[in-house]
């Protein structure tokens, strides 16, 4: 393989069939090998209220307890990997769904209980590059959702960030790996209000000085970091970018 | 490949955590390339009920209108799918959830809405027996849900026992194909009432006597005559039996 393509999309793209329709049509026409990653979105927490499930929170983040792994698991991995798979196929592309428990492709460890106790929530453990090598080879598009398996039975609920980023750095082991993170703008933005601001590049150079002049702030650098973070461990090169319009060529590049 | 177990689970295990836990270690067990295929159980209808959908009925039977196929594909395909896949690995079985969808395994068409529209209830078509080949040799253990779709985009609610007898069909390209049926007693009983009355073998040919003088009456008869014909279509043996203790041998052969 010349190369594999790893592209996550999030909740804003899957909240929106109409969007979700564009893109996966975008996505189809994207060349070569390549994966693609789900989020959740708001339907897993919209069915969490319908069933009066009580959403524990703990510093603001949601407790996975089994009620609410259940809820994901139903969502992410059934309705919304289904629907998404069942959509490339209608525009031709060979699409497979995928939890981390299937083929063992993706194992989690499920996170320590001190200080917080989120429950059935893990963190990548290890990437089956073999079998997504396999897959690839025969010309399957898997698709994860962001629901992984800790080896013994048990699923666990996963940042769909951070399956991107372990699903592209496993992949390394295959060809070279760009990774895409699909967001609601055009990509990091020096001027939040304009869209047209895009920073093209970023390398470990000349982001201190972009975030120690604020231009880059808030949520997006966690966002750069990671990227930063996977193109040193391997990835070639990491794209922020809208999901409209994916092969417009727009976005900032982090190498 | 030398033989492909086919193998079929209801509800009646899937509802019963105790049962299905050890069913999938029988599973595992299993000896050479085998395929799980599963049924839903109660909680597709028990979270239809807490999300008030109205349950339309025709005939006695459920219209899978599109809140519903919503339902079964969140349950069958996401959570049941899931918990057994994830319950297969960590018993060494290394399966892969499928549905249809998925690598465009299975297609179905849309049953027709006359005289009675049933929604989205499909019929299937098509099994893409060269996929299915390629992740047997891989050592893999598919596992289908009865979600299929019909390559056009839309996700369809299909019978798991014509999933499974389409799927052994499809097999039979592989390899010599024997079907298995997990249910509630041991077989074909002669006495209903009494387990230790399993019919061991039933052919073509001591079928139509067994029919007439009433042995074989009700819910058994449309199971053994499409066993029949799964076997004049090419499956070599169709087994009945119950998904306890799977491998002792008995249960009723249709041959």
Redesign the interface.
Known sequence: MKKITVLKIGGNVIDNPEALKTFLREFAAVEGPKILVHGGGKLATRLAE??ELKVQMVDGRRITDKGML?VV???????I???I???L??VGC????L?G????IVTARRRASEPIDFGFVGDIERVNAD?LG?MLE?G?VPVFSA?M?D?????LNCNADSVATSVALGATALAPVDLVFCFEKAGVLRDPEDEMSVIPEITAENYPPLKADGTISKGMIPKVENALKAVSQGVRSVTIRSSARLNDGIGTVIR
């Open positions: 319908r069933l259940d698991t139903m969502v992410y991995a059934g309705l990997n289904k629907q798979v069942a959509g196929q209608a060979n699409a497979l769904g939890s428990a299937d083929g063992n079998l396999n025969d399957l629901i398996h080896g013994h039975g048990t699923l």
